[in-house]
């Protein structure tokens, strides 16, 4: 058999605990390979709390935050926490982190630029390797607790010089750039560069793919429901450099009033039917096009059929954002359960 | 008079025992649960505090104490509700100025003006009430319920800035008679400020603890506790806070040599400080209830004389079980009558 496929969820942190930890049972039982925790802090429960309480109720699968960020908890604050959560679920933790992105317009700042990924990145690494980090000012700490065993750092990255950034100071990358051949191709070609300026290889990264991921009955029913996203991504162009390499020609479109007025954005609204209604600019071909360059939008046979042909490229390793994060995931556990699995086990991926 | 209350500040230095160490000091009585805040030396505050609220059912427990500078504001707001929620509106938040959590990495504690603004923030965020800053509105949406916050205040400033705007007072500046009085009176004074009384105020005292069969064995296991009492509380002034003046360049000498690396951990470097310096007897004095049975309660009925009512204890003990067991066996039990 080949490599199989591994397949992790996101879970935002927005129902009540009880209901988020039997969700948490539930994708482990689904045959899920793991879980990330959204780190939102406006929207979504504290993903440490939630992380620190879902390691005493999986026993299997990996847990991360997804994604945390360099500015609203100190680099010492989020060794220590990462670590405390490894403790609990031993071998099963990742560390995620990118420059933040609802996490900080929410609290109207800039995502971190890349030196502070760099920098905050070489903090935590040091410190749960069990080295001393200089703060400045005479402050030299090293992390009391650090268990010294592996924790994966990856670092979630959309844009090509985070890639590279990624490719070149993280243990791997969860990339968010879009799921077809020729936006694969071109992401890992920036990860090899950054691989490189260490004297890595891509071999030495462990590479995650996040793909935006919703299904329905029917392809067009779940292509209208991915509109806010597929706007997002491609309309207003949050995913804007992947559209060449992906292959798109898009029609200029004008973007009206309503659509920045969702709140918190339009692909994390809390009102998703307002948010397809503000989409309707966009002709159903062009989103479409958008929803089969950005994601596995579609029939649940139409996803796995899609992570087949995927894996052709060297893929294996998926993280799937749900679009919604006001509405939890069952539907993707349901999906993914009885027929995704079921068919990438078939074809000897799983 | 009434019984007093007691809480207790564990330190999460292993999270193996950690839920029954807690269910443990609930079932020993004690009405407030703290857990310390200090990421590089305890394990993540707000993991522990989630253990502690799974394990327990009664006990009021949060943060003793954050500080508003290693996480942000909202993230602080975000986590404690987090952390009521699972406790089921059990949550405090409890919030300094910054002690060794800022220290081990070089930054500056927070400043009076920078703590008022986290209290009132914190206040309003836990509450759900939106807040407009830096052009955005920060609002935590998934609050429940308004956190009460408790701010720890260890001179006249920060104890009137408590009683101004804060739910509860964590008072650090002494047990001695003079110094609660003088430290109800900041509070009182602030508490006027903002059209309240003291009995608005749920005023906690805060006190080095630990009981043995003798004075000397349960003085030497908290020495580094009484070391951290005395580079915290009187780190920005000694002016107004009732030190006698022949010590004053002594605790300076105390402060220049205190390693916040070694933070509240039993034996290590900090904990021969309060010898070497001639300042184990004062210290002991001011800012501990330590000793027999009856010297705790001598101390407990002395504090009590001048106003204080509700006291936190610190398990920073090699026994911290030991020590609940023992405290609120005999000591809180002898003060039950009175």
Same mark, same amino acid.
């Given at each position: 058999?080949?490599?199989?496929? =591994?397949?992790? /969820? ?5 129902? @009540?605990? #009880?209901? !988020?930890m %039997? ?13 990330g ?23 299997r ?7 945390t ?9 989020l060794?220590g926490?990462?670590q405390?959560?490894e ?43 069990g ?6 000012g005479?402050? =030299?700490?090293? /992390? ?5 065993? @592996?924790? #994966?750092? !990856?670092? %979630? ?16 990358a969860?990339?968010?750039v ?71 020609h ?23 039917d ?11 071909d ?65 | ?20 160490l ?19 030396v ?27 500078l290693t996480?942000h ?82 001179g006249?400033?920060t ?28 509070i ?20 080095k ?8 064995e349960?003085?030497?296991?908290i ?8 580079n ?24 220049r ?13 900090n ?23 009856d010297?705790?309660v001598a101390q ?7 106003g ?31």
């Amino acid at each position: 058999m080949t490599e199989p496929v =591994r397949v992790h /969820l996101r879970v935002p942190g927005t129902a @009540p605990m #009880p209901e !988020l930890m %039997a969700l948490l049972r539930d994708i482990e039982a689904a045959g899920f390979d793991g879980a990330g925790i959204l780190d939102s802090q406006m929207i979504s429960r504290d993903t440490f709390v939630v992380l620190g309480q879902a390691a005493g109720q999986t026993s299997r699968m990996s847990l991360f935050p997804a994604v945390t960020n360099p500015f609203t908890r100190h680099a010492s604050v989020l060794a220590g926490a990462i670590q405390t959560v490894e403790e609990m679920a031993p071998g099963r933790v990742k560390f995620v982190i990118g420059t933040g992105y609802t996490s900080a317009s929410t609290i109207g700042r800039k995502p971190a630029t890349l030196a502070e990924m760099r920098a905050c990145i070489t903090e935590v690494k040091t410190l749960l390797a069990g080295g001393a980090v200089d703060w400045g000012g005479g402050a =030299r700490t090293e /992390l009391a607790f650090a268990s010294k065993r @592996p924790i #994966p750092l !990856l670092m %979630a990255a959309s844009g090509p010089r985070a890639i590279e950034l990624a490719g070149e100071v993280a243990d791997g990358a969860l990339l968010l750039v879009g799921f077809n051949r020729g936006i694969v191709e071109t992401a890992l070609g920036h990860l090899e560069r950054g691989a490189r300026r260490a004297g890595r290889r891509l071999e030495d990264l462990e590479i995650v793919w996040a793909v935006r991921t919703g299904t329905a009955a029917t392809l067009s029913e779940a292509r209208r429901l991915a509109r806010p996203t597929a706007v997002h991504w491609g309309i207003l162009r949050w995913g804007g450099q992947w559209l060449e390499p992906a292959g798109l020609h898009l029609p200029p479109l004008e973007i009206p009033d309503a659509v920045r007025q969702i709140y918190p954005d339009l692909s994390h609204a809390q009102d998703w039917d307002a948010a397809i209604r503000a989409t309707s600019f966009v002709p159903d071909d062009v989103v479409g096009q958008l929803c089969d360059a950005m994601g596995l939008i579609g029939t649940p046979e139409h996803c796995a059929d899609r992570i087949s042909e995927m894996t052709a490229l060297g893929v294996r390793n998926l993280y799937l954002m749900p679009f919604q994060t006001f509405v939890g995931p069952e539907q993707e556990v349901r999906a993914f359960r009885d027929v995704v699995f079921p068919r990438l086990r078939a074809a000897g991926l799983r | 008079m009434t019984a007093p209350r007691f809480g207790i500040v564990l330190l999460p230095e292993s999270l193996a025992g950690w839920g029954a160490l807690c269910r443990e000091a609930e079932d020993s009585g004690f009405d407030l649960l703290g857990v310390a805040d200090s990421q590089s030396v305890f394990r993540e505050m707000y993991v522990a505090l989630t253990l502690a609220a799974l394990n327990t059912s009664r006990v009021r427990l949060g943060p003793l104490v954050t500080n508003p500078l290693t996480r942000h504001l909202v993230v602080t707001a975000s986590a404690v509700s987090s952390v009521d929620e699972v406790s089921g509106g059990r949550a405090i938040l409890g919030l300094g100025s910054g002690d060794s959590a800022i220290y081990t990495i070089g930054a500056p504690p927070a400043t009076l003006a920078g703590l008022e603004d986290a209290v009132v923030t914190l206040g309003r965020l836990t509450g759900g009430e939106p807040i407009d800053r830096q052009g955005r509105r920060w609002q935590v949406h998934r609050s429940a319920r308004r956190v009460p916050v408790y701010l720890a205040a260890e001179g006249p400033r920060t104890l009137e800035l408590a009683g101004r705007v804060a739910d509860g007072v964590i008072a650090g500046m002494g047990l001695t008679p003079d110094v609660i009085r003088l430290s109800l009176e900041a509070i009182e004074r602030g508490a006027r400020a903002s059209g309240r009384t003291l009995a608005d105020l749920d005023v906690w005292w805060f006190a080095k603890t630990n009981v043995a069969d003798t004075r000397r064995e349960a003085i030497a296991p908290i020495t580094m506790a009484l070391a951290a009492s005395a580079n915290h509380a009187f780190r920005f002034t000694l002016e107004g806070k009732g030190v006698p003046p022949d010590l004053h360049e002594r605790v300076r000498c105390l402060q220049r040599e205190y390693d916040a690396h070694h933070h509240e951990i039993a034996g290590a470097g900090n904990a021969g400080l309060t010898d070497r310096w001639g300042l184990t007897e004062f210290l002991v004095d001011r800012f501990a209830i330590a000793g027999t049975p009856d010297d705790c309660v001598a101390q407990i009925r002395r504090a009590m004389s001048a106003g204080a009512r509700q006291f936190i204890t610190t398990g920073f003990v090699p026994d911290p079980r030991g020590f609940m067991r023992r405290f609120m066996g005999e000591v809180a039990n002898l003060l039950r009558g009175d």
